[in-house]
């Protein structure tokens, strides 16, 4: 299966360019479902575009403190369960928590642009600083 592949905004979902996605397991499976599963996928080329960027900031922001929380909440229900209740089924109902929460915090999944990962930065903290590719992408417009 080969065809041109185009890159497309995650933000707008226009065909534009702009800082690549970071191709992590959520996207790789997201893929694979498409793929295999419901067999639409659409094989682009994730990026966030220049005019979205900022916008893209602001919602990779509130996605990693929601990650943060969620993952905050349920460690500490997890650890009250266990210590609580010590048992197996437990520790199984606070895995399941904590699965629950994960895949909660997916429905708003906000993905890292490649750009952040090669500086490493880590992303959320560090988002809104402007990353130098965009003195590039303007100048050849
Ligand atoms: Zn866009």
Request: charged share 20%; aromatic share 8%.
């Amino acid at each position: 299966m080969k065809g041109k592949k185009v890159s497309m905004c995650i933000v707008c979902g226009k065909p534009k360019k702009g800082i690549a996605v970071h191709e992590d397991h959520v996207i790789f499976a997201i893929r694979w479902f498409k793929t295999n599963i419901t067999k639409n996928a659409s094989n682009n080329e994730l990026v966030v575009c220049k005019e979205c960027y900022p916008k893209y900031a602001k919602e990779r922001r509130r996605y990693t403190s929601r990650l943060s929380l969620y993952i905050g909440i349920g460690l500490i229900f997890a650890i009250l369960l266990i210590i609580s209740t010590p048992s197996v089924g437990s520790v199984l109902a606070a895995i399941g928590v904590l699965v629950f929460l994960y895949a909660l915090s997916l429905l708003s999944y906000i993905p890292r642009l490649e750009l952040e990962i090669q500086h490493g930065i880590d992303t959320g903290a560090s988002v809104s600083t402007k990353p130098q590719k965009w003195g590039k992408l303007q100048n050849n417009k």
